[in-house]
């Protein structure tokens, strides 16, 4: 029992460390995004200036340019968005871990600090019986 506290402890240190990283890539994100909005609207009116543009908008990328860099971006959201659903799985297999454990000890604590052992754990007293 102590084994799989310990090791229910470890894990969600694991959890909440993975989403402690996620939001702060997050932010990490929507700040770079925020800079580089900042830096395309004063290099665009900088162009606009120098080239006597009067609101062309993006006139220093190609429609290349553009295509590629919505390609990269969209990859980055996908994979933004995959690791997102992996956070979330892995936080609900921790709540599901954690109920179980409540559910051991309750069954080891009602029978008197004794549970049915199988191989060296207590087996079906854990799983709820399955």
């Known amino acids: ?40 609207a004063s290099t665009n009116l900088q162009l606009q200036q120098r080239n006597g543009l009067d609101g062309g908008g993006g006139a220093y990328l190609s429609e290349e340019d553009k295509l590629a860099l919505f390609h990269v971006l969209n990859d980055q959201r996908l994979g933004m968005e995959r690791l997102g659903s992996i956070v979330t799985r892995d936080v609900r297999d921790t709540e ?35």
């Open 1 to 40: 029992e102590e084994e799989a506290q310990y090791t229910l402890r470890k894990l969600l240190e694991q959890v909440n460390l993975v989403a402690m990283k996620l939001r702060d890539l997050e932010e990490r994100g929507r700040q770079q995004a925020r800079n580089w909005r900042m830096r395309g």
């Open 96 to 130: 599901i871990l954690k109920e179980e454990m409540n559910k051991a000890e309750n069954v080891v604590r009602g029978s008197g600090g004794v549970g049915r052992r199988v191989g060296g754990a207590l087996g079906p007293a854990i799983f709820g019986g399955r």
